[in-house]
């Protein structure tokens, strides 16, 4: 049963446009969630995160929405860069000390420029 | 600041036997987890170690285990590998509560044959 879902394992964009990454959660008791950033050969890295108390956070080009009733959260990367591709994860936890992370499959991201 | 530096980057095992991974953890860093990314999916939370002492662990078997050293280092060790332990071991360091203060390291790609 996987929890956190990210449906679309792809996505195409052409620089200097908005990239919209989506991700879906089952367990009601997350209640902070992350965005890791994944390039080939390297680790996760730590993007942004919003906590359930919280419908938005904003860092710079990076925006998260979170709709708690509808279990759903989003990234959104404005303006898009090539840099920005990689593979983008969308992970939550119960407990934001919490340790024990849960991800999603991923969704690919190219920045065509 | 050195990051987190797993070895080896690569190996291949065959299905029977054993197997240790090493993770070097941030420097101040106390908290270790590792975690399964097998091909296609996103990383699976195996366990977690704070000061030496498993204190948190996922669905995984007991031939899964580790070592947490007095220098924050850590070890996975996989027994009885089977085929479907092929994956990419990741191993994430943090000095504070909370996921948001990971650092994940790069890796160790593991095949069984």
């Known amino acids: 049963d996987q929890q956190v879902k990210q449906n679309s394992p792809s996505l195409s964009v052409q620089e200097g446009r908005i990239s919209i990454l989506n991700c879906d959660y089952t367990?009601?008791?997350?209640?902070?969630f992350l965005w890791y950033k994944k390039y080939p050969a390297e680790g996760p890295t730590f993007l942004i995160s919003?906590?359930?108390?919280?419908d938005k956070n904003e860092d710079g080009r990076f925006t998260v929405f979170l709709n708690k009733s509808a279990k759903h959260l989003s990234l959104h990367i404005v303006p898009s860069q090539p840099g920005d591709s990689a593979v983008y994860f969308c992970a939550a936890v119960v407990g934001a000390g919490s340790y024990q992370l849960t991800f999603g499959k991923g969704t690919k991201l190219s920045v065509i420029p | 600041e050195t990051g987190v530096t797993q070895s080896p980057t690569h190996l291949i095992k065959t299905r029977g036997q054993q197997v240790t991974l090493r993770c070097s953890s941030q420097?101040?860093?106390?908290?270790v987890s590792w975690y399964q990314q097998a091909l296609g999916q996103g990383p699976q939370f195996i366990f977690q170690y704070y000061r030496e002492e498993e204190n948190g662990r996922g669905n995984f078997p007991p031939r899964f285990s580790g070592l947490q050293f007095p220098n924050y280092s850590s070890e996975l060790n996989v027994n009885a590998l089977e085929l479907d332990d092929s994956a990419l071991y990741l191993c994430a360091s943090s000095s504070r509560a909370g996921v948001g203060g990971y650092t994940f390291g790069s890796g160790t790609r593991l095949t069984v044959v």
């Open positions: 367990n009601s008791m997350f209640d902070y």
């Open positions: 919003i906590s359930s108390i919280k």
């Open positions: 420097s101040g860093h106390n908290t």
